[in-house]
Structures are given as structure tokens and as C-alpha cells.
């Protein structure tokens, strides 16, 4: 079993910068092959990929919509994967979730077992 627990996530202006975090728990991890990915949710839309990791940080992945402003990494003694969220804009508004999942699962919410309770990202123009 993990247990993923999000934060960080509040109301800001569009340009600001937050940044998520994601406390993991539970069985062991091999930091290669086990991934952290963020996804995020908007009202009435699909919940949609936006980064995902692997423990060692040798490997990640970015949506388009958030290459070059979001930067995902992991701290391995703290258990924990960040999304830093730089020049924030009204588009990114929904609740965001962690999940954890082999690396190879990419983009495929289906493949990951492990779902946080997510966290809300509000962003006014």
C-alpha cells in the first residue's frame, strides 16, 4: 500500500508561481523504475497528464501545455515529489493530483495505482 498526500496548492494571479508537493508512505520503491506523476483535473474536463518522474530523477516527462513553467523533481529522504509551478496562468485552474506508478506508465492515468486526494490550484487572470 502507499498513501500520497498533496499540498500546496492555493489561490494566486496569473504569472505567480506555487509550488505542490506530494508526501508519499507506504511499501518501499525502487527509485528507477517507480514514478511520481502530477495530473490535474478542470470542472466538466478529463483529467489530464502534466509531469511525471522517476524517484532517481534521471527521468521525466512534460506535457506540452506546461514545458519550460513546470519543473517536477523528488527529494528520496523526505519521500516527497515537488511540481514547481512557475508563470501560472488561468488555463492551469483545477485540482491537482499525484499518483505513483511505474515510469514507463508516462501520460496513461490507467496504469497508476496510487491516487492523492488532490489539491486546488486556482489561478485569476
Known amino acids: 500500500q502507499v498513501q500520497l498526500v498533496e499540498s500546496g496548492g492555493g489561490l494566486v494571479q496569473a504569472g505567480d508561481s506555487l509550488r505542490l508537493s506530494c508526501a508519499a508512505s507506504?511499501?518501499?520503491?525502487?527509485?528507477?523504475?517507480?514514478?511520481m506523476a502530477w495530473f490535474r483535473q478542470a470542472p466538466g474536463k478529463e483529467r489530464q497528464f502534466v509531469a511525471v518522474?522517476?524517484?532517481?530523477?534521471?527521468?521525466?516527462d512534460y506535457a506540452n501545455s506546461v514545458k519550460g513553467r513546470f519543473t517536477i523533481s523528488t527529494d528520496i529522504p523526505k519521500k516527497t515529489v515537488y511540481l514547481q509551478m512557475d508563470t501560472l496562468k488561468p488555463e492551469d485552474t483545477a485540482v491537482y493530483y499525484c499518483a505513483e506508478g511505474p515510469i514507463s506508465a508516462s501520460g496513461d492515468a490507467t496504469r497508476y495505482t496510487y491516487w492523492g486526494q488532490g489539491t486546488q490550484v486556482t489561478v485569476s487572470a
Open positions: 518522474v522517476n524517484w532517481s530523477g534521471s527521468k521525466t
Open positions: 507506504g511499501r518501499p520503491f525502487n527509485i528507477y523504475i517507480n514514478g
